[in-house]
């Protein structure tokens, strides 16, 4: 293998030059300027993807891109025609929204020129897409929130293939992020459950701090399905996702029915139905269903609670994180991809390297973990003042590589944790072992928006058996404010 090592190698270059990253991130958080209220939270709804085939009819309004070429000024849902109105005209009258349509015959972009380019919006909105999103267009979706933008996908109940092209929600979503350019391996955490639930009013967990179930717009209590389908969650692959709402009977890692997560700097949000934000009005020859106002339900509150935290209006993330405030957007490890040697970290001697044994990701060092093929323990470290009123996401990318051939037991592991400024284990975020051996190296992100106004340590703990190296490989670490 590869990550064999037979002896340490050790650097020249000076290291743990802790004093300068915290008052690097002390500045930034002195200089972030208030939040402007004037400016809008971008919002942009897909309309390029059959959202209104068959009885469908999930738009903001028939004025597209901009829907106040159909009223200014709306003040009711009838104001503006689409099942989705009741949505776009509530946050409208907020004045704190600036909302666009992706038109029929248009294409998801980033980084373009177009008006409705992804680069100009802060949240996308996904309402039942009918037609599988191109190569192109997945690489934008993805690129776009991993770099900060908030991404709003919801689904249908499998079988809901409205333009009869052999492709439903389900298929479509799950195909987003399981094939793509930019993160195949479970980026969100979650894969959407190839179901049909006729009925159900989903309960909300007890969690009085979580922005989406208690925002601005009210508490959210239960939602609806009518026809829909759940999501099955997968922690061990993203920390951050976590479950909102419930299918009844149902909780932990299956029958989710809402749920979020973050990916890169970004993050997502997950719908089990379409109903739930059908508000019954829309263009003539569809048959729909008043979800949006169901008495039994809170669902207005739970979608525009969520645009709000995806847009970045709320500073307490879905995934349970820090307190109210601004924040300056910042990327705040010092010598994330280790290209200044041990500047700035805390490692076993050997740890970063250059050496050719294992493949940087990108430049020439790493951190390189172990491999060595007999018992050892190798830590890398870094600590850093998270900005109150921040949500903040750590990211890293991590490649496993290994001698053990066992598909069952844990020999060697690595364990991502955040301490305390006494050295006390906050949490551990994840825990990989030889079982995760894979080729190239995987992105893996952690909400860390609960440690906001604290000074923290990141670690990484490596931990070798006595016979037969396992690699733990670390490169283009991130601990993204925003």
């Known amino acids: 293998m590869l990550g064999f090592r037979r002896s340490r190698h050790r650097l020249t270059t000076a290291t743990a030059v802790f004093g300068l990253l915290v008052a690097g991130a002390a500045v930034q958080a ?52 689409g099942a989705l109105s009741s949505w776009g005209v509530a946050l409208q009258k907020t004045g ?143 920390s951050a996702v976590k479950g909102l709402l419930y299918r009844t009977g149902y909780s932990g890692n299956t029958g989710a029915f809402f749920a979020t997560s973050t990916f890169g700097s970004g993050r997502v949000a997950f719908w089990g ?32 609670n969520a ?18 405030g601004t924040c300056t957007a910042a990327q705040l490890l010092a010598n994330p991809g280790f290209e200044s040697g041990s500047t700035s970290w805390t490692a076993t001697s050997g740890v970063i390297t250059n050496s050719s044994g294992e493949a940087a990701r990108t430049g020439s060092y790493k951190a390189w973990l172990n491999g060595y093929g ?30 053990e051939t066992t598909t069952s037991t844990a020999y060697d592991t690595l364990k991502a944790q955040v301490l305390n400024s006494s050295g006390t284990v ?6 990989y072992s030889n079982l995760n051996a894979a080729s190239g190296y995987t992105l893996r992100s952690f909400d860390l928006s609960g440690y906001a106004g604290q000074t923290v340590t990141v670690k990484f703990t490596g931990t070798e058996g006595s016979t037969l190296q396992t690699s733990f490989v670390l490169d283009d670490t991130a601990l993204n404010v925003s």
């Open 30 to 81: 002195s200089a972030a300027a208030p939040a402007a209220a004037a400016t809008p939270h971008r919002i942009l709804f897909d309309n390029a993807h059959a959202e209104t085939a068959g009885n469908a009819d999930w738009i903001i309004s028939t004025s597209q891109p901009d829907p106040l070429g159909q009223d200014s000024s709306p003040s009711s849902e009838t104001d503006w025609t």
């Open 96 to 238: 704190d929204y600036s909302l666009k349509t992706l038109p029929s015959g248009s294409s998801l972009a980033y980084g373009g020129s177009t008006a409705t380019d992804l680069s100009n919006f802060d949240t996308l909105v996904l309402p039942e897409p009918n037609t599988l999103f191109t190569t192109a267009e997945k690489t934008a979706i993805m690129t776009f929130v991993k770099n900060g933008g908030g991404l709003f996908m919801i689904s249908d109940h499998t079988g809901a293939d409205r333009n009869n092209d052999g492709e439903d929600a389900v298929e479509i979503l799950n195909d987003l992020m399981t094939n793509n350019s930019v993160d195949s391996t479970d980026p969100f955490g979650f894969s959407i459950d190839s179901l049909s639930i006729s009925s159900d009013y989903p309960s909300a967990i007890s969690d009085s701090s979580n922005a989406v179930l208690h925002g601005s717009f009210g508490t959210v209590t239960k939602s609806l399905i009518a026809s829909g389908t759940t999501a099955t969650l997968k922690p061990a692959d993203n």
């Open 273 to 304: 139905d379409s109903s739930p934000i059908d508000d019954g009005t829309g263009q003539s020859g569809n048959t729909l269903y008043d979800g949006w106002n169901d008495t039994g339900a809170t669902n207005a509150a739970l979608a525009l």
């Open 307 to 324: 645009t709000e935290w995806l847009a970045g209006a709320s500073s307490s993330g879905g995934g349970g994180g820090g307190g109210g």
């Open 374 to 403: 007999s018992a050892n323990t190798d830590t890398l470290s870094q600590s850093v003042t998270i900005p109150s009123g921040c949500a903040a996401t750590l990211n890293f990318y991590l490649h496993v590589d290994t001698a």
């Open 426 to 431: 906050l949490s551990t975020l994840a825990t």
